[in-house]
């Protein structure tokens, strides 16, 4: 989801930039962030009540959360947090703990430089680089003429005569290879060096598609803001008429798209193993000769002569498609778009006026790894850090019950005893970046305060080191990929490792240690269980315990889960977002991860509760939060719900639906509703002497249908003829009679009572 959020949010800032220049202002905060003191027993009170306020805020209690859960636990979020055309086009938990890290991040850049902390200085010189450089646009854009000039000329600023020649000269493989090599920018075809995918102690070169801004399917809205965008920017760099910057951007746009049609769409399932194609280096190099060198591109874009005679290609369909593309493209669009990307990161994508968001924005993307280090340095706390683990370690637990048990039956023994040796190996750590030698690596980076095309090469050129490719390192992380595991936790397969942003642990957003743990296991407790189950999903099973791609699922098993993932498939491609069916999508890894993580959280978080009460009997009441009529199971699911409260531009909803994996937050929690129902309800029904019976009924009213819809869908798909489809169909039909005949008993008593009242009064 991280891909579609960061998309919506370039395309936001796109369209405030061009369209209402004034709407937002950047608050600059000149104090430097001090510690909180909420030791005392009413500094902790006044922080429950001001949770309990925020839980509630968010609450429409007018809806019936029997009905519609996510409804009752979201529906004012919008109120407070609309998405606007004109402003956030998307609103959510993950984008506060963004905004919050911001500012914390604005008042660490306009604290005036101290001269005890060099690396930190330089940031700061960089951040005033690219505030002041609307000040002076001609120097910044003979500046950004020398980055693209090294590498050739835009043809549209050149004569016909002059263009015709340059087309000619221009080796479009040859020159994105010396731009990936000097500034590591990947354009039109990406190498890197990464570990092989069944022995990830082995370094591999890998070939294929670079990363693109935004995903193949991307919608019409979204392709239209982005024409719009490209338009303007080549407006304001070159001087065009909106007439000739249409058409460049529009050609630039149709290659772009054009190559993206020959990724392997991530909804077909696709196994990671099943994109990867070994070849020999001479044979690879002989199949493709006719568009480009590819031992030249390799040996050039990763800076070696010493190439390994096995290279693995990633999703060819990808290569074969950019053959077809690039041959049936004019060498003119081609150019363009090559030197286009090359400058997407020097380009201003802001009004004059509103440098400051921007400019940390930016500086954030280039200093991603250390500003969160020193943001997180903050409000570091060891009491959280190793409650956190504790958490960690009982949701490990959970786990391991649930494999151990006979509800996973389904999965054989020998599966399940290796499921228990991965859960086992499966570590988690806090993304602080604790072992990262920043000193080494931004010693000899030189930044000027007045300079910002040059900073950004040297930031650049920087990050491309000069060491030996095949010596696997972690530090040089690509920073799309850093600014990922800056607000979302994330699962890796290859070190089977799960990574939390400290983001996610500034003080009163998902965890505090004041707040119950019923709020603790249902927040960042299910954002944990979810990475964890990612382990054992659709990719994760093809995973062994140390990384390296394995089949070591035996063939029951996966018949049988691919049984269940089938359910998924049918489940979630019938709901509707936007008038149109969710996609109908193989890949179910995070609705699997998403129902699973629920589970877990709330199996770790009983087990939690059960311990306690030997030496505290009413912690069940101290699980609460003052001025909630919740008890602490209902507060575990309302939180829980309250992780996907959101808001998006209808525009753009759409685009939300077709373009991520994820499904959008409103399924994220009504896909699980049996959950809800069956540890939320009996503790809402009256079951005192005399309303036991009509208890019952809205209880068994509420979960019958939910029953007979589940068994039919967990068996639509076997093949015994019509006598069984029909009779599972009866099932599910009857249990929706069933609710319809209970819940009819306690509308028939509402309406007696309510007769004998107005008889009464008259």
Request: glycine share 4%; charged share 25%; with cysteine.
């Amino acid at each position: 989801m991280h891909q579609i959020i960061s998309v919506i949010i370039a395309l936001a800032a796109g369209i405030l930039a061009l369209s209402m220049p004034t709407l937002t202002r950047a608050v600059n905060n000149q104090t430097t962030m001090t510690r909180s003191d909420f030791s005392t027993e009413f500094a902790k009170m006044i922080l429950k009540r001001a949770k309990a306020a925020e839980i509630s805020s968010m609450l429409d209690t007018k809806v019936n959360p029997c009905n519609d859960f996510y409804t009752y636990a979201c529906g004012n979020w919008h109120h407070s947090n609309p998405a606007q055309l004109f402003g956030d086009l998307m609103t959510d938990k993950f984008q506060m703990l963004s905004k919050a890290l911001d500012r914390k991040l604005a008042a660490l850049l306009n604290n005036p430089k101290r001269g005890d902390n060099l690396i930190l200085d330089k940031i700061k010189d960089f951040h005033n680089s690219c505030k002041i450089v609307l000040d002076d646009q001609e120097t910044y854009k003979m500046n950004l003429k020398k980055v693209y000039q090294e590498f050739g000329e835009f043809p549209f600023l050149t004569k016909a005569e002059q263009e015709q020649e340059q087309n000619l000269e221009f080796n479009w493989w040859l020159t994105v290879a010396k731009i990936q090599s000097t500034y590591g920018k990947e354009i039109i075809l990406s190498s890197d060096v990464m570990g092989d995918l069944k022995n990830n102690s082995q370094p591999r070169i890998y070939i294929g598609a670079p990363e693109y801004s935004t995903p193949e399917s991307s919608t019409k809205i979204v392709n239209i803001v982005q024409e719009i965008l490209t338009r303007a920017h080549l407006q304001k760099l070159f001087a065009l008429d909106k007439k000739k910057a249409k058409e460049i951007a529009l050609d630039m746009l149709k290659l772009e798209r054009a190559l993206k049609k020959g990724t392997t769409d991530e909804r077909l399932g696709k196994t990671m193993e099943s994109l990867v194609t070994e070849y020999d280096l001479q044979d690879l190099k002989k199949k493709y000769e006719k568009t480009l060198d590819i031992e030249k591109f390799l040996e050039i874009s990763l800076n070696t002569t010493e190439l390994p005679q096995s290279i693995y290609v990633y999703d060819e369909s990808y290569l074969e498609n950019l053959v077809k593309v690039l041959n049936e493209t004019e060498n003119s669009t081609i150019t363009t778009y090559v030197l286009w990307m090359l400058i997407q990161d020097y380009i201003i994508d802001n009004n004059d006026d509103e440098p400051d968001v921007f400019c940390a924005d930016k500086t954030k993307t280039f200093f991603n790894k250390y500003i969160d280090r020193s943001i997180y340095e903050q409000y570091r706390s060891e009491r959280d850090e190793k409650e956190i683990y504790e958490l960690w370690d009982n949701i490990k637990k959970a786990f391991r019950n649930e494999l151990m048990g006979d509800k996973l039956d389904w999965i054989s023994n020998s599966t399940r005893e290796y499921a228990l040796q991965k859960l086992a190996a499966m570590n988690l750590s806090i993304n602080a970046y604790d072992e990262e030698n920043f000193t080494d690596f931004y010693g000899s980076l030189e930044i000027d305060s007045k300079n910002y095309v040059q900073n950004i090469q040297n930031i650049l050129r920087n990050e491309v080191k000069d060491d030996n490719i095949f010596e696997l390192d972690e530090l040089n992380t690509d920073k799309d990929e850093a600014q990922i595991l800056s607000f979302t936790p994330a699962y890796s397969f290859l070190t089977n490792g799960i990574k939390i942003p400290v983001s996610m642990l500034q003080p009163r957003f998902f965890w505090d240690t004041n707040y119950p743990q019923a709020i603790k296991y249902a927040t960042l407790g299910y954002l944990i269980a979810h990475e964890m189950i990612h382990g054992f999903d659709d990719d994760g099973r093809t995973f062994d315990k140390d990384g390296n791609s394995r089949e070591w699922w035996d063939q029951k098993s996966t018949y049988e889960f691919e049984a269940r993932r089938k359910c998924f498939q049918a489940q979630y491609h019938n709901y509707k977002y936007d008038g149109k069916r969710l996609p109908d999508s193989v890949l179910q890894a995070e609705n699997i991860a998403d129902n699973g993580a629920v589970k877990l959280a709330y199996s770790a978080y009983m087990n939690w509760l059960y311990s306690q009460r030997s030496n505290t009997p009413n912690i069940e009441m101290l699980e609460t939060l003052p001025g909630l009529d919740f008890n602490n199971r209902q507060l575990f699911f309302i939180n829980f719900a309250q992780v996907w409260c959101e808001d998006v531009q209808s525009l753009f909803k759409s685009h939300v639906a077709s373009a991520d994996t994820h499904a959008p937050g409103m399924f994220r929690v009504i896909a699980i509703p049996i959950v809800y129902i069956l540890a939320i309800v009996p503790g809402l029904m009256p079951w005192e002497s005399g309303y036991r019976f009509l208890s019952f009924c809205h209880v068994f009213g509420s979960v019958a249908p939910w029953c007979g819809s589940f068994v039919y869908h967990l068996f639509m798909n076997i093949e015994r003829g019509e006598s069984v489809y029909y009779t599972l169909l009866k099932l599910d039909m009857n249990s929706y009679l069933s609710a319809c005949h209970f819940k009819a008993i306690n509308i028939a008593n509402a309406n007696l009572d309510n007769i004998s009242k107005l008889q009464l009064n008259h």
